[in-house]
């Protein structure tokens, strides 16, 4: 017998929508709907904190009294948010897993998005039972990252803030930068291409997930992407954030 929670709640907070789900942690699968609500404009903390309060109350009494796991899209240190990309700069240096605990009045774990969602796919998905390195990378709002090693994760990793002509090569090959731009879908996989060539030289992964919203129409690009390792999109496709923050629970 053991006394480990079999449900969690998942809040995945992106630069623009915040969503959640009641997560079923012995299969790693979505057992409620999905409910989502635009991330606030600025995405201040208190608003982003009544906004993830909405979030499960919108789940409700099934989601009552489950603990949460939340992520997020910037670094994140002993619980402490050292970085702000698409989201206020207000959350830099701030101790966001307190402030999430006390904005829900419950047990939570706080951890970066793509970190989330690469301990999906290692406990759920594509990186289950995978030896050596992969990477996943969530392509939205921004890029995000997790290197997961012999069934480990090597947590924040930001190969989004790559350098590309000056910026952070997020803003030149997100999914947000292909809507931004009006660029056809061949035209964004050539910026793709170009990202995970960076990554191969650099870093020589032995496979690559792709996660994210548009990994729900990979048929759109990943067959123009060319890639050493075996590139494949996440099993959990869009909800694999909320379901790594779910499963943090167990620790
Ligand atoms: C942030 C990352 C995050 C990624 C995806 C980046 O701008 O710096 O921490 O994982 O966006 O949301």
């Known amino acids: 017998m053991t006394n480990a929670p079999q449900r969690a709640i998942g809040i995945d907070i992106g630069g623009t929508g915040m969503k959640a789900g009641i997560v079923d942690l012995r299969e790693g699968t979505l057992v409620s709907e999905r409910v989502r609500i635009p991330t606030p404009d600025g995405a201040t903390p208190p608003d982003v904190l009544a906004t993830a309060k909405q979030l499960v109350e919108r789940l409700g009494p099934e989601g009552e009294d489950l603990p949460v796991g939340v992520c997020f899209p910037a670094v994140v240190k002993d619980g402490i948010t050292l970085s702000a990309a698409n989201v206020s700069e207000e959350w830099i240096g701030l101790n ?117 919203g548009v990994s729900k129409n990979p048929e759109k690009f990943l067959p123009m992407i060319e890639t050493r390792a075996p590139i494949v999109t996440a099993v959990h496709r869009n909800n694999a954030g909320i379901i790594g923050a779910a499963s943090l629970i167990l620790g």
């Open 96 to 212: 966001a897993d307190e402030r999430f605990g006390e904005a829900l009045g419950r047990d939570i774990r706080f951890v970066n998005d793509a970190d989330a969602a690469g301990l999906a796919e290692l406990k759920f998905g594509a990186a289950r039972d995978q030896a050596g390195f992969t990477i996943m990378t969530t392509l939205g709002t921004g890029i995000g990252s997790a290197f997961l090693f012999d069934g480990k994760l090597v947590p924040n990793s930001e190969l989004g803030h790559l350098e590309h002509e000056g910026e952070s090569i997020e803003r030149w090959a997100s999914a947000s930068a292909r809507e931004r731009d009006d660029i056809s879908w061949k035209k964004w996989a050539g910026r793709l291409q170009h990202f995970y060539e960076h990554i191969e030289a650099v870093f020589s992964p032995d496979l690559i997930i792709v996660g994210g």
